[in-house]
């Protein structure tokens, strides 16, 4: 069941709208897997994801569509930035203070951050948010798009003598240099398991599979059997 307070009837639309157009000029020039594409894909897995569970569809609209509007790895790993440019602008659309507060809460603890990273702040719509932009990290969008930011970042496809990390900190996942397809073990392989909602659950078993089996015929071309 979707709860949604009586004082967001009025402009919820507009407000939406507005975001929509925001985002779409802050992204315009980002990199292909973290542009508005990627916002909206996030934004429909959200929408989906949200008919099962009871929360607040605003906060979730507005913390799908503004989770990456300044991505940190776009902005010398400053988590500040991304925060800041939402909070300003649903104050200039006279968002009430709470429901600023909440945004600002999911699009600080919405990251992966290497796994290890201890969530602050939970709530329904952070859960809901979190699911739909992990979503889009795996399964065939989700392949594209790591190795289209490893391209944008000049990495290996793969090395053999590069091991995967998986006890890396904070700071050294936001800091890896590492060929993509290790990518897959660092962090998209695991995804499935962090997921908290039963729709994101059940795409996301889907998905792994798929990307099981393109790891599986990765390493069988890699190593020239067929």
């Known amino acids: 069941m979707l709860f949604i307070p009586l004082f967001y009837k009025m402009n919820t639309e507009q407000l939406l709208e507005n975001t929509k157009n925001f985002v779409k ?6 990199e292909g897997g973290h542009d508005w594409f990627h916002i909206l894909r996030v934004y429909n897995n959200a929408l989906l994801i949200a008919k099962d569970e009871n929360v607040d569809i605003l906060i979730v609209q507005l913390g799908a569509l503004l989770h990456d509007i300044a991505d940190s790895k776009f902005h010398n790993g400053d988590e500040t930035i991304g925060p800041k440019i939402a909070a300003r602008f649903l104050l ?5 203070t709470p429901s600023i507060e909440h945004v600002v809460r999911i699009i600080e603890n919405i ?7 201890e969530q602050s702040f939970h709530s329904a719509e952070l859960a809901v948010v979190q699911d739909a932009d992990r979503l889009d990290a795996i399964g065939a969008i989700g392949i594209a798009r790591c190795f289209h930011y490893g391209g944008y970042k ?3 496809i793969y090395d053999p003598d590069i091991k995967p990390n998986l ?3 904070k700071e050294e996942y936001k800091n890896s240099t590492a060929p993509s397809l290790n990518h897959f073990y660092e962090k998209l392989l695991l995804l499935k ?3 908290k ?7 996301a078993e889907k998905r792994h599979r798929y990307m099981e089996a393109y790891l599986e015929q990765f390493r069988l071309e890699w190593n020239g059997d067929q």
């Open 25 to 30: 000029n802050q992204l315009e020039k980002a």
């Open 92 to 96: 200039s659309q006279h968002v009430s």
């Open 111 to 117: 990251s992966f951050k290497g796994g290890n990273f």
């Open 154 to 156: 000049d990495r290996a």
């Open 167 to 169: 006890e890396m900190t």
């Open 193 to 195: 398991d962090k997921m």
């Open 197 to 203: 909602t039963i729709t994101g659950k059940k795409i």
